[in-house]
């Protein structure tokens, strides 16, 4: 029984598949006139869809961030490690900006200070965790005035104050911009309604 499915079938000249070779004529006018062999994958495809076939799935393609054409293929590794203007956050800060700008903004957000709580000194950003590793926890005599003792006296004294007084503030400065803006947007929409009433 074997033998008899092995001479059963022939391998078709235009896709190279095994077919019954009773319908081995049949078959190839048919693969030969609809179907076409893609010169990128060597898939076989109908004719009339080989264009869609190309674009959807070999076209070069253009990042949405930085417009830079690759590879399809490539593009989910360049928008997540590569592209300059992926998204990513400042080591220090947290905020979120362009991996272009993030040098830059590094160079500056590591200069800023922060006081010890343990030694009671500022300490750059950029350094705070290599000093957290050596800190003793012993104050060390800080030049400086005693107006700067006293203010990061007053900040430890007072933390949650600050922070909640900051955000209070912020929400007001928002409250009061959007109510601003629903005024202005209801006054200009009034105007508007009026004129359109008298024509």
Do not use: W
């Not at 893609?38 to 076209?59: R, S």
């Not at 903004?105 to 590793?133: A, I, M, P």
């Not at 800190?135 to 600050?162: F, K, L």
Request: proline share 4%; hydrophobic share 30%; aromatic share 4%.
């Amino acid at each position: 029984m074997a033998i008899a499915s092995e001479e059963t079938t022939r391998i078709c000249n235009h896709c190279d598949r095994a077919i019954p070779s009773s319908n081995i004529d049949l078959h190839y006018a048919h693969c030969s006139r609809n179907l076409e062999r893609c010169k990128v994958c060597g898939d076989m495809i109908p004719k009339k869809h080989a264009e869609e076939h190309f674009l959807n799935t070999h076209a070069p393609v253009a990042c949405s961030l930085c417009s830079e054409t690759m590879e399809r293929e490539i593009l989910a590794i360049h928008k997540g490690e590569i592209c300059p203007q992926r998204i990513v956050t400042c080591d220090f800060c947290e905020f979120p900006l362009p991996a272009i700008d993030l040098a830059e903004h590094q160079e500056v957000c590591g200069n800023r200070t922060e006081l010890c709580h343990l030694c009671n000194r500022y300490v750059r950003l950029r350094e705070r965790y290599n000093h957290e590793s050596r800190c003793t926890g012993i104050a060390e005599n800080n030049e400086g005035s005693s107006r700067d003792v006293r203010a990061a006296e007053r900040e430890q004294a007072h933390p949650r104050r600050q922070a909640s007084e900051y955000s209070r503030r912020r929400i007001l400065f928002t409250i009061a911009i959007t109510g601003i803006a629903v005024l202005l947007g209801s006054l200009l929409f009034q105007k508007k309604t009026d004129s359109s009433h008298v024509h």
